[in-house]
């Protein structure tokens, strides 16, 4: 008889990456946290708030005596980047990255929508002065949490295909994300540290590449990692994905089996990145990232005469623009160019009129966005406060053209098939 308590909490396991998996779960919680930082940063309780973000903890001789706001940035974002590292890894092994044929498209699409809002930016900010240009990557990235809960929310009838696209533009997005922190926004850097880093770092790769489990061993050498790249100058996030990177997607199976049958499986098992994506995301996704959107996302707005002085700078109307306009002309120019002049194809279910929407959509730009510009300005910096209101007000714009376009687009999916259910022939 089988004690069905074994496997109790491999199915709360199961059940709870089941919820966190579901795409309007993440956005929904970064929402609620944004709300609430912009509630208390703009009410009676704002020094409270402000007072606990900039609190200072943690060892000045290790580099880590960070307020709380850059614990949450520094600390708990590695958390975000080593998931979002294992996504990537698994999508260049064995997912949608895979194929160059079917990637060839949403990697097109997510090079020219960090390029194009890049240049708009520059443009604007050309004549600024001062630290502006500093923030030039803000509006680059695209938020996969809030775009594919808002795709979500308003998606029941469109084509599979456009959240595959949405999906794969963002993981490359992302990639493209970690690369520009780590080379344009490392600061006084120190080779040695980062030298010392590869130590715990090849360390953690060789017995993951063993398939060792034991987070005893694990977890002390991610830690020794994650604090030797925070000490050198580059961003502690970039250690996540570099660990990440470190992590086998195949699964590794007896040597007693054939070469014909172990290749196979290779290639559908579930792999260890696999598994730890399935136990880190909850704790990213619940915890990670809502945590650092509470302490970022709070601004003090000051009535219409702070949104005035806000925009009154171009860093402000340089984000807001890049994110609405040149995500939009970037994703779907370049996809539409590359479409048209190569043997590349849009996937058959869809119509431009369905990317146009997706390309607005993509310029819901957030959780990355905020890390940029607190790496481009600083924490609580004047121009990094109106680049939070540029971010906040942008992607707001983006969210609601984007979830209007794909809502009136959903309605002509849902109508079609309910044309083609009344004429006998069911819905695909």
């Known amino acids: 008889m089988v004690d069905a ?7 709360r396991t199961v059940r709870l990456v089941a919820f966190v998996s579901k795409d309007s779960v993440g956005g929904t919680l970064l929402l609620i946290a944004t709300v609430i930082a912009l509630i208390l940063a703009n009410s009676g309780m704002s020094e409270w708030y402000f007072d606990l973000r900039d609190t200072r903890l943690g060892p000045a001789a290790l580099h880590l005596n960070l307020s709380v706001g850059q614990w949450a ?19 260049f092994v064995s997912g949608e990255l895979h194929e160059l044929r079917r990637a060839i498209l949403p990697v097109i699409a997510a090079v020219g929508g960090v390029v194009t809002p890049a240049i708009i930016f520059v443009i604007i900010n050309a004549n600024a002065g001062g630290d502006a240009l500093r923030g030039w990557a803000i509006p680059t990235a695209t938020d996969i949490a809030f775009a594919l809960a808002a795709l979500a929310a308003v998606s029941t009838h469109l084509p599979i295909a456009l959240r595959s696209f949405l999906l794969t533009l963002a993981v490359v997005d992302d990639l493209l994300a970690i690369g520009i922190i780590a080379f344009f926004y490392a600061h006084d850097l ?10 715990p770092l090849a360390l953690f790769g060789i017995l993951v590449q063993h398939r060792v489990r034991a987070w005893y061993l694990l977890l002390p050498l991610g830690l020794a990692t994650w604090a030797l790249v ?21 699964q590794k199976l007896p040597l007693s089996q054939k070469a014909p049958a172990r290749a196979n499986s ?7 990145a696999q598994e730890l994506e399935d136990r880190l995301r909850p704790l990213s996704a619940l915890i990670a990232v809502p945590v650092f959107a509470f302490f970022s996302a709070g601004v003090a707005v000051g009535g219409f005469t702070g949104l005035g002085a806000a925009f009154g700078d171009s860093v402000a109307i340089g984000v807001v623009v890049a994110l609405v306009v040149g995500k939009t002309v970037g994703i779907f120019g370049s996809t539409f160019i590359v479409a048209k002049s190569t043997g590349a194809v849009l996937d058959e279910s869809l119509r431009w009129i369905d990317m146009f929407g997706l390309a607005v959509l993509a310029g819901l730009g957030f959780t990355v966005s905020l890390l940029v510009g607190e790496l481009a300005f600083g924490i609580g910096s004047v121009e990094g406060e109106h680049a939070k209101i540029g971010i906040l007000v942008g992607s707001t714009i983006a ?16 109508r079609a098939g309910a044309l083609r259910n009344v004429d006998g022939h069911p819905e695909s």
Request: aromatic fraction near 8%; proline fraction near 4%; glycine fraction near 12%.
């Open 266 to 272: 290779m290639q559908h098992g579930r792999g260890l």
């Open 73 to 91: 940035s520094d600390g708990l974002l590695a958390l975000f980047f080593f998931v979002v590292g294992l996504e990537l890894k698994r999508e």
């Open 230 to 250: 925070h000490a050198s100058g580059i961003h502690s996030t970039v250690a996540g994905v570099l660990l990440a990177f470190t992590v086998p997607v195949l």
């Open 399 to 414: 969210a609601v053209l984007g979830a209007l376009i794909l809502s009136i687009r959903n309605l002509h999916y849902r």
């Open 5 to 11: 308590t074994a496997d109790e909490p491999v199915g």
């Open 190 to 199: 120190e080779p040695g540290f980062l030298l010392l880093a590869a130590l």
